[in-house]
């Protein structure tokens, strides 16, 4: 009965209540509980693990299942949740190497070495395996086998704690197998998050129409009834809205549906991926030009909830945010706070936060007139961005570009006019996929090109572009 209560307590979300009446059941039971009540030990430990705000102590329930469990499939729940709170204390190796681990218990082959070339070749040959079997016939087969079901639920938090601490070609490895698991055997409820996945981290920028078409596809998959993925709607809102959507959809748009993710994932306990929402919130909240108090605001709203839910990661990415959004307001004069950004050691590549941190020294810099430091900073930003498809890329590629231009003007630097010569076009192919979010800012750079020549009768009509396109897309800052 106390087990029974403490479920529907942390079902409801009061994980106070649930762990008092779990630690009550725990309490009940014999000493010899593992052998004469294997079944209710293993139910009760995993949810005291789940109920418990202290992340050591969760570790411990769950070493004891894996001590006492007496096969994998018994384990398995508990290697999730130990993945969940690895990820969330900023961990993504330990996370990786225990999914890792299991994949290849489940005898899932994990290559000890890869190569970028691999990668390309798994990428190229998951993307005709995709276009020869993608139809009506194989979204209703059926993923029958269970050990196979298991194995594609793993890799879907495989791949996130590989994003965060593995190079892209590792990355991309992973997912197309992932992807292969269901276009070979049938689809299941794990096969639309992997799809998603696949086309916003795997898939590179000049596949933009696959990208689309792959992301839309597996989204319509979620109207499947024996998928049964009602709680995993804020997961898929974060990788559609977070990494795709944006090359289609407006900004504000995306903003509004992760935001309703946020607060669909806190409700369903879905700590880490509620404010891994959050991170993406802020990030297009800047880029759309909302008011920068605003935005500073929701910043110390997530930060106050992140005292209770200790997620470092984001914490960090949240801080880097508001240091930029306050510089911007008042220079940081009245808006900073005594917490500061600790992104680690920026000259690791293995820090994956040195991207968003370089990144955002550049954008202040740009904004603040210090035009040879943003060149340092995008120049060092340019080369981890790398050709990943992500909303980030471009608007660095924007702003190197715009801060380039600059310099010439100031400083006659030759190097300035590779960099907006390389930009514009790119620019361009995301404007023909959105014009809505890069018109304005081809339309800008377009204008300076043509004023730095002294063309000024064709600088004239695409500055009034770039302003009429700006307005329109709500974007008031560009």
Request: charged fraction near 25%.
């Amino acid at each position: 009965l106390n087990m029974k209560a403490g479920k529907k307590a942390l079902d409801g979300c009061d994980d106070k209540t649930a762990y008092s009446y779990l630690g009550t059941a725990l309490s009940l039971l014999p000493k010899d509980h593992w052998e004469s009540h294997y079944d209710l030990s293993l139910r009760v430990y995993f949810l005291m693990a789940s109920a418990t705000n202290s992340n050591d102590e969760a570790e411990l329930m769950l070493q004891k299942i894996f001590e006492k469990a007496r096969c994998l499939d018994d384990q398995l729940p508990s290697y999730l949740l130990l993945n969940e709170i690895l990820l969330s204390q900023g961990n993504p190796k330990g996370a990786y190497d225990t999914c890792a681990s299991v994949l290849r218990q489940l005898g899932e082959p994990i290559p000890n070495s890869f190569t970028p070339e691999t990668a390309s070749s798994m990428l190229a040959e998951t993307l005709t395996m995709y276009e020869e079997v993608y139809n009506d016939e194989w979204i209703n087969k059926k993923l029958e086998d269970e050990k196979i079901r298991t194995i594609a639920k793993i890799y879907n938090t495989f791949v996130i704690a590989c994003f965060l601490c593995k190079s892209r070609h590792i990355l991309v490895y992973h997912m197309c197998r992932a992807v292969q698991l269901s276009l070979q055997n049938g689809t299941c409820q794990y096969t639309p998050l992997a799809l998603i996945h696949f086309a916003g981290y795997a898939m590179k920028d000049e596949q933009p129409a696959s990208i689309c078409r792959i992301a839309k596809n597996a989204m319509s998959m979620l109207k499947i009834k024996r998928f049964d993925v009602a709680d995993q709607y804020p997961l898929f809102y974060l990788n559609y809205y977070g990494r795709v959507a944006w090359r289609f959809e407006s900004l504000q748009v995306c903003t509004d549906k992760l935001r309703r993710a946020f607060e669909a994932a806190l409700s369903l306990g879905h700590v880490d991926i509620a404010f891994y929402c959050s991170i993406h919130v802020i990030k297009n909240s800047i880029f759309s030009g909302a008011s920068l108090r605003s935005i500073l605001k929701e910043i110390d709203y997530y930060l106050h909830l992140l005292k209770t839910y200790k997620i470092e990661t984001a914490r960090t990415f949240l801080l880097i945010f508001r240091e930029t959004v306050s510089l911007l307001i008042d220079n940081g004069q009245a808006t900073s706070i005594e917490a500061t950004p600790c992104a680690g050691d920026l000259n690791d590549p293995g820090n994956k936060l040195r991207e968003s941190a370089f990144f955002h020294k550049a954008v202040q810099c740009l904004w603040v007139g210090h035009t040879e430091r943003c060149r340092y900073y995008s120049e060092k930003c340019m080369p981890i961005l790398g050709p990943l498809a992500q909303f980030t890329t471009y608007m660095s590629k924007f702003y190197h570009a715009l801060n380039s231009l600059d310099l010439i003007r100031k400083k006659n630097s030759t190097k300035g006019k590779e960099v907006a010569r390389v930009a514009i076009p790119a620019i361009r192919d995301a404007a023909a996929s959105s014009d809505w979010n890069f018109t304005n800012k081809l339309r800008l750079l377009e204008a300076e090109q043509q004023s730095l020549r002294q063309t000024h009768r064709k600088a004239i009509p695409l500055y009034e572009a770039a302003i009429e396109s700006a307005r329109k897309s709500g974007f008031i800052h560009e």
